[in-house]
């Protein structure tokens, strides 16, 4: 049996920049917060179409679940609450500590 359809948001990363952005209604943004939340699946399959043939811009766009708190979208796994948190090559962490496993 089909499992039902979770909200979803569309992901990529920048071509030039490399971080993580999110489809909006009207373009990009590197906020979670701003991103279109899908509900329904016909339109998520387009819209993920319709970024992954904006080449010049993105590349990796894939479909995010997500779960909406207080109306705002939020992750709803942990790969994709690290990627919403940044790049993870600052130093911070063991990284700041120096010390290397």
Known sequence: ???????????ANDLLRGDVIYQTA????R???D???LTDEAVAGLR???ASQQTDHVV????????????TPEPDHFREDF???GPSNYAHGKQEAGTHV
């Open 1 to 11: 049996m089909p499992r039902e359809f979770t909200p979803k948001v569309v992901t």
């Open 60 to 71: 990796g766009v894939y479909l995010a679940d997500v779960k909406l708190v207080d109306g």
């Open 26 to 29: 009207t373009g990009w943004s």
């Open 31 to 33: 906020s979670l917060a």
């Open 83 to 85: 990627r919403a948190r």
């Open 48 to 50: 993920e179409i319709d």
């Open 35 to 37: 991103a279109e939340v």
